[in-house]
């Protein structure tokens, strides 16, 4: 059974930054070959993508986050991450992590993030 488990969440003042992180037990020889994305959920509103890092480690964003937030990855720890910078009290929300490919799609159990002064 393949996990993800994401971390690093937690409280942050607005301009603060977190990093957060999405293991998966991928078979290591497999992980390289996943896209994965990143997806919020704000109280009240529906999930939303953030953004997404190919296989090819090509990345594209939301436009509520581009130049603010980034993702990585480092398939030797089957590993991806993103790191947020300039945080908003709108980007208060439980992050989740999703890893797919053609015939595959895992998702994480999600991490709070909570920006306020």
């Known amino acids: 059974q393949v996990q993800l488990v994401e971390s690093g969440g937690g409280l942050v003042q607005p301009g603060g930054s977190l990093r957060l992180s999405c293991a998966t037990s991928?078979?290591?020889?497999?992980?390289?070959?996943?896209?994965v994305a990143w997806y919020r959920q704000a109280p009240g509103k529906q999930r939303e993508l953030v953004g997404r890092?190919?296989?090819?480690?090509?990345?594209n964003y939301a436009d509520s986050v581009k130049g603010r937030f980034s993702i990585s990855r480092d398939n030797a720890k089957n590993t991806v991450y993103l790191q947020m910078d300039s945080l908003k009290p709108e980007d208060t929300a439980v992050y989740y992590c999703n890893a797919y490919t053609f015939v595959s799609d895992y998702w994480g159990q999600g991490t709070q993030v909570i920006v306020s002064s």
């Open positions: 991928i078979n290591i020889f497999n992980f390289n070959i996943y896209t």
């Open positions: 890092i190919t296989s090819g480690s090509t990345t």
